[in-house]
């Protein structure tokens, strides 16, 4: 059922004219393997073909008419009351520590780094939320440097970032001296325990997790034993990476945790890597939940066509989830938990 409603977004999207393989990908409500999947498909029955690196109909299909609002990029908040933050920002990661690619394919410690404006945007709906007035946060992961975009709107009580990434940690620490922000960052693994003090310590989180089911359920469980009593987090999800199923999985989780879901922006957040090294993006992605996905891949031997055309916007994306706690928490782990946690086992 599923993939019979892929096939349909691909061809609503293909009925308005030739479309790269990145566009497609923006066209859909699935991850790249079913993309993947469904266009092999198509390819093979002869309905889509593949030429000079766009697909196109075979046949003209049914109109569609594209209904994402231009003036926010289709997310529903404007960061207009916020300019000066961002000119602020902007200014402030200048020479900032940038991802980098490690063994295979994969991004050292899963790092992707999002849109100065679309980091902005996730300060000015926190601020929405009344989450950032004398609110004491903690960042967990901070490649996006978001803990200086809220410490830039001078409204939090107290920052603290931890991060794998000495590098990070590093240049937070420096920006927030040279600027006096109460901002912190120390140098941590989500695998050991929480540091000393932090326990219950915060009104608000904010993180990025990695999207392993133990990836996830770590940050997520760290966040969550950070968290006074009826605190509220927030955190980017992927459909690219991610099939429903485990969107599902993960739901559940947080309603164990004692979290309840109040809000889901759709495609909320735009990463840079997508459009710099797209398909370094797409066998990262391929390659970090069942080999087999991107074995499938190469054998449809479409990777020389697809890069032909090269992604003119974004297409990785991710969701912006909003979380809060009923009461107290429920964190799944409070030990240390040792082992990969970048690749599905
Ligand atoms: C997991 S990455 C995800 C990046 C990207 N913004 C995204 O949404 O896909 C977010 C941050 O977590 C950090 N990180 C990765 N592994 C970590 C670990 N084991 N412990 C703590 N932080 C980690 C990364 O360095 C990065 O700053």
Redesign the pocket.
């Known amino acids: 059922m599923e993939m019979d409603r892929v096939r349909k977004q691909v061809l609503m999207t293909l009925s308005s004219g030739r479309k790269s393989f990145w566009e497609l990908i923006n066209g859909v409500d699935a991850s790249i393997f079913e993309l993947v999947k469904c266009l092999d498909a198509l390819l093979s029955a002869g309905v889509v073909k593949l030429k000079n690196g766009t697909f196109e109909l075979a046949r003209p299909g049914v109109f569609f008419a594209e209904v994402r609002c231009k003036y926010c990029k289709g997310t529903g908040t404007s960061i207009k009351g916020f300019e000066d933050v961002y000119k602020k920002y902007c200014e402030l990661v200048k020479g900032r520590p940038l991802p980098v690619i490690g063994s295979g394919y994969k991004y050292e410690?899963?790092?992707?780094?999002?849109f100065e404006d679309d980091v902005i945007r996730r300060v000015a709906f926190m601020h929405a939320r009344g989450d950032l007035n004398s609110s004491e946060i903690i960042v967990?992961?901070?490649?996006?440097l978001i803990s200086i975009a809220i410490a830039a709107t001078g409204l939090a009580k107290r920052i603290l970032v931890?991060?794998?990434?000495e590098r990070?940690v590093d240049f937070i620490n420096k920006v927030a001296v040279a600027e006096g922000f109460p901002l912190e960052a120390i140098k941590?693994?989500?695998?050991e325990k929480i540091p000393e003090g932090v326990r219950g310590g915060f009104d608000v989180f904010v993180t990025?997790?990695?999207e392993t089911v133990v990836g996830f359920e770590l940050f997520l469980s760290r966040c969550a034993e950070a968290l006074k009593p009826n605190g509220a987090g927030y955190f980017?999800l992927t459909r690219v990476e991610l099939p429903l199923s485990r969107w599902q999985l993960f739901e559940k989780f947080l309603l164990d945790m004692n979290f309840v879901i109040t809000d889901i922006l759709r495609d909320f957040s735009s990463?840079a890597h997508g459009i710099e090294n797209p398909l370094e993006g797409i066998k990262d992605i391929l390659s970090t939940y069942d080999r087999k996905h991107l074995e499938f891949f190469e054998k449809m031997r479409i990777e020389q066509q697809i890069i032909k055309v090269g992604p003119k916007e974004p297409w990785y994306k991710?969701s912006f989830f909003r979380v809060e706690l009923v009461g107290e928490a429920r964190p799944k782990h409070t030990g240390r938990v040792p082992g990969d946690?970048y690749v599905e086992v």
Not at 109 to 114: A, L, P, S, T, V
Not at 140 to 144: A, I, R, V
Not at 162 to 165: P, S, T
Not at 188 to 191: L, N, P
Request: without cysteine; negative net charge.
């Open positions: 410690y899963d790092q992707g780094i999002i967990m992961g901070d490649d996006d931890l991060e794998i990434d990070i941590y693994d989500v695998r990025d997790p990695i980017g990463y991710s946690i």
